[in-house]
């Protein structure tokens, strides 16, 4: 099923603009999501209602079967000499021209030789900052949202490999062990990295932060993990077949954990049902935001809502929109636009300070026309 | 060690540029060497004979410890309020303005609507297509031949463990088979890419391919393994701590191979022989190329030197250099430059055919003085 991109048809009707241009590699998530095709070369896809490509002749065959695009033009059909950088942009001046485009929508970080060399040759180049692929991207078509989920799966058996690692650890000297040497972060996140290996997917980061580590949202964590500590693990792996991200977080704590956690525990649970219960079409990424907030704030905890300057209890956003990036449109977050059905966000809310540690319940969930569908399919358990 | 930055001086003086800017992620390795810091988001590098690094409140701290810049403002400084594009060319416009800049040379790839801001701004921007950056990278520090020699040792490792599934396999019905089950390209790749997990690299892409799927250079490979036919492995891992990559390529044959098959190996360990032999600083990328296709086209063998149509034969170039990307200056191909002391390259002369299979033999290499290190530990065994 191919994106509605009636937004991008608007966006050029009132810009003025006879087509939108993207040069760049398929890293860009929204070159790959505009051409539908993967390639390692940056290439150009031009979008006039048509969507046209012109790439190397290496990557002609490929492109004219997997692309999503109505035509495909290769450098030698404009008898492109390679090497000179000025043999690119009048080769790319007659491709627009024979699609008769004489002034271009570009994204804000297209290439700036490339938009000189155009508009020496008489061809109109304006930087959008809107961001308008990003904003279409934000709407999954149920393709996408299968891919989403089939890398939830992966996540599952991920997390549930390091949570068995977790339950098989002895305890010495209040510290993990497993198979005769200290369980640190590091050895859970390779376990994990495998785990995801094994179901085709790829990472590059993963949090297994314990304790103090734990309490700062932006630590991996490193070093042996504690008993009766809270452990963070926070999985976002990414399909190598279909490039789309799945993304979920649980927190454990093997044996006894203090009261204070515990309590912190079960609020996060609460608020996560709480911001799970505001998601539905309608409303705004805000709204989600603020009931994750009232929880934690009714409890007498900080939140940024509360006070910016706070460095402990709620100090991030109650979660993102996920798809061929990791953070993507919508925000659950102040200021966060209304939710519309195939919005793919998770929703995270969580407690920070280094004197308890850190706890996060992360669930990765659709809007629907009816309110949404939860994809995670993990339990939450605690103290393990 | 810092790089050696002089010819970036001199390009400066010759363009009468009072900097260079480069605004771009650290996946960008021009971004990753200017400024010696790693960051997910984009933020800003200006080189003007000392590097000025302007990033979010975020990175702050981190970019002061481990950054290599002179010093590093952050967009508190310059009073920004997130949201607005033009507060972000406002803020850029007077963090170039401190350091006394109002003329820049940036990457072709530098953004349009930063230097678009900025040009509206009063200063000058031009994009250079020399890739003045991504010249100075190709001679590397100690440091850097050390980091690729770390990385070589884990793909040394990952390949050892390669050869060990193929040296255990049975051979049923002309099929390899491990553990009871065929075994594929897909899964010798996969223990690959395991192994070099537990050595703390990553890679996106390994080459494991067979017989016809080996007389495409650019074919991963999958499906079974076959018995005696040729079984091409070309791993390039990054180490995750430095991102220095290493690349390494072996053929192999379990069990006898064909006649032609023995005979184009022995020739390719010549051709690679005769190329490194050549390696040394003053001769040039194309002199070394020449070396190898001189082996080949002595042993009437097509080269696309000796014809530009040939699709069999040795059909690329020699090698290229390697250091944070897996492609980088200088190349071993026709009209490839001058080698100097420094300079990492790849040598991997090969040939294809797909009656006959492929082979390629590629060994790493560090242009000293004297001509050339071997950074290359594994030994060259065909039929096993």
Chains 1, 2 share one sequence.
């Not at 603009?17 to 790959?32: M, V």
């Not at 959008?128 to 904003?135: N, P, Q, S």
Request: hydrophobic content about 35%.
């Amino acid at each position: 099923m191919d994106p509605d991109l009636s937004a991008l048809d608007s966006f050029l009707a009132e810009a003025d603009a006879d087509g939108y241009l993207i040069d760049a590699d398929s890293s860009d998530s929204d070159q790959r999501y505009l051409s539908g095709f993967d390639a390692h070369d940056p290439f150009f896809t031009l979008y006039t209602g048509d969507t046209h490509l012109l790439v190397s002749g290496l990557e002609y065959g490929r492109a004219r079967k997997e692309s999503r695009a109505d035509s495909v033009s290769r450098y030698s059909d404009y008898d492109y000499q390679y090497g000179s950088p000025e043999e690119r942009y009048r080769m790319l001046a007659e491709f627009l021209a024979d699609h008769g485009v004489s002034s271009l929508a570009v994204p804000a970080r297209f290439p700036l030789a490339s938009a000189d060399g155009l508009r020496e040759r008489g061809v109109g180049v304006e930087a959008e900052t809107d961001d308008v692929i990003t904003g279409i991207r934000a709407t999954k078509t149920d393709a996408e949202i299968d891919h989403i989920r089939e890398a939830q799966r992966a996540n599952e058996k991920a997390m549930a490999r390091a949570e068995e690692l977790l339950r098989e650890a002895t305890v010495e000297d209040g510290l993990l062990r497993f198979d005769g040497r200290a369980l640190t972060s590091e050895r859970v996140r390779r376990e994990i990295e495998i785990a995801l290996l094994r179901e085709d997917c790829a990472l590059d980061e993963t949090i297994v932060a314990c304790g103090a580590d734990a309490a700062d949202p932006h630590d991996d964590g490193s070093g042996p993990l504690e008993a009766g500590e809270t452990i963070v693990i926070d999985i976002f792996p990414k399909s190598k077949e279909t490039h789309y991200l799945a993304d979920m977080t649980r927190t454990f704590s093997v044996g006894e954990p203090s009261a204070r956690a515990r309590e912190w525990y079960e609020l996060t649970a609460e608020a996560k049902e709480a911001a799970l219960a505001a998601v539905e079409p309608g409303a705004t990424g805000e709204d989600v935001h603020d009931a994750a907030c009232d929880v934690y704030e009714e409890a007498g905890l900080p939140t940024l809502r509360d006070d910016p300057a706070t460095e402990t209890g709620f100090i991030h956003s109650t979660g993102h929109g996920i798809g061929l990036d990791v953070h993507e449109l919508p925000r659950l977050a102040p200021g966060g636009a209304e939710l519309k059905p195939g919005h793919v966000i998770t929703v995270e809310p969580g407690l920070y300070d280094p004197t308890v540690g850190g706890i996060r319940i992360e669930d990765l969930v659709v809007v629907t026309e009816g309110g949404y569908e939860n994809l995670t399919d993990y339990p939450e358990e605690f103290v393990i």
